[in-house]
């Protein structure tokens, strides 16, 4: 068969390809494509090579396994060669090798058994014992010769040095993987960050980066964990009869062994194994990237042999690649709930994690100055579980000519208010947070709260649907609400709408600290909206301020009067405050306080239930008299108000020694507090 030139260019630039990202990968620890890219060109090599035999060439990587080992170690040539695994990515593909083995072995009526694994996403390392102490390490390398890295190994305590027990074989060799969990990973990269270094891109580049250290100090220092999944050189007569057996008795000897390894029967018992793996994927706490699957006796194992780099009688089924490379097709802008600006950027859509993604969170502009990202770059998306895809970095060998810097705007995209820029935070936000249609529901939300205007009847529910019916926009479009409005919802009869109506009636009675709460200021929580009503005791008092000006009140330090300053210097934010004021919602005149706060610098901690009042009422008081009020007993709590009920907080006050007061006795200090602020005051 002749075969196109066109084809032999193209299997001559994937085995170059292939080579090249095996020496990043193997060699380097630092890949530029996803996994599930790789795979993909590795099948395209395999298919042609198969469709054309003359083009497999001895030099293939499809006959090689991994690359040459670094020449900073010391070669090691394998007793038994360390192969690697062919890949199923479908239960279609798993079926069909279970058929081929049951028809090898003359089994076509019978059922395999099977040991099933997780398929760890680290570093393959084969361990000699020699009358049952470690005396060799070496990595897998070219699948022939690997690299000692006996002095690395030792470092990682999950590794005996000496086999426990007994009856181990003078001369053995075990086979397994070194690997990172998921905790350790995150450790060092936080460490990396704070000091300035490079991070790692995933666990599986710092459990390579971390064993092939040439100082084993340093390797010391990193998280790694092995477990075993087999033996390379080992006494035939001292071999049991199957895999899971193996596997126990290398755990008796010490060597650390997955806890998910199990017993299957069959394809449906492995594909059953495959979904319940995948389900917990996100919960296990070291990455995967799939799951093995071996026929569990050896005699069958030795019946069915190896093709040219892999055991016939085992294949790894493939999860859905969590990471995959695509392009930036463009960056926006999303604004959350909350005001918050998040850039996103649009991708060429790709297949990873399981669904297609066509869009990736880009977290925050400081991220995307790191990464680096930019209109045009070829980059790495990952997706785990049902986390919210994310660009994991882009490759700068694949920058096109022209590629554009991405900037974060200056107004919001979506209402045009101005972006705030908080000094020492990471997240831009929109200032217009009455106003902008995309923070609407929590706007109207945190308003009707209890602790705000406590609006009942207003859930979450009822605001999806007026917010759909376009009844309402702003928190002041609620007081416009009419009967008529209410009862046309799904399941909203006459009696909760004129219930609603109600509520929202005796809502306008409320107090100016209840309102600066209610408005959702950020930053501005019950306590600091007490402390500026006490201080500015008028709302157009507290329009007219400014960032200076506002750092003179209690507790409000240059963050929260940028906050507050940025709110109301907004003018759709103030256009609503008036849209409210004129719906009819009011508060009697603030108290003016003197200087006299008998209770200050004690803490109290409010628990049980109360009769006289509710807790709120009972912390307000408090703090006007000068006390913090904290949810937490401790050595620096002066005292703890029990009311019915308790709880725990009154028995770690008495172990403590912190004075419990009674109902009674609370009321008391009140009323001998209020008394000497108020004489002090005249």
Known sequence: MTIPDSTRQRAADLREQIESHNRRYYQLDAPIIADAEYDRLMRELIELETRFPELASIDSPTHRVGAPPVRAFAEVRHQAPMLSLDNAFSDEEVAAFDRRLRERVGMQSETIEYVAEPKLDGLAVSLTYRQGILALAATRGDGQVGEDVTANVRTISVIPLRLAGRGHPEHMEVRGEVYMPKSGFRALNERALRLGEKIFANPRNAAAGSLRQLDPKITASRPLAFFCYGVGLFPQALLPSSQDVLLELLERWGLPVCSEVACVQGVEGCLAYYRRVLEKRALLPYDIDGVVYKVSRFELQQR???????PRWAVAHKFPAEEATTRVEAIEVQVGRTGALTPVARLAAVFVGGVTVSSATLHNADEVRRKDIRVGDTVVVRRAGDVIPEVVKMIPELRPPGARVFEMPDRCPVCGSRVEAVPGEAILRCSGGLY???QHKESIRHFASRRAMD?????????????????VQTAADIYALREQDLVDIDRMGVKSARNLLRALERSKTTTLARFLYALGIREVGEATARALAAHYRSLDDL?????????QVRDVGPSVAGHVAAFFAEPRNRGVVADLIAAGIHWPPEPEISGAR??????FVLTG?????????????L?????????AVSKKTHYVVAGADPGSKRAKAEQLGVDVLSENEFLQLLETAS?????VSS
């Open 609 to 621: 239930t109360l009769g006289t009042m509710t807790r709120v009422e009972a912390k307000d008081r």
């Open 623 to 631: 703090e006007r008299l000068g006390a913090k009020v904290s949810g």
């Open 455 to 471: 609006i009942d009847g207003l859930g979450d529910k009822l605001i999806d649907q007026l917010l759909e019916r376009k009844l």
């Open 598 to 603: 008998p209770l200050e610098g004690k803490s």
């Open 543 to 551: 329009l007219a301020a400014d960032a200076e000006s506002l750092q």
């Open 675 to 679: 008394a000497h602020a108020s004489a």
């Open 436 to 438: 902008c249609p995309a």
């Open 304 to 310: 069915l042999g190896f093709v040219a780099k892999a």
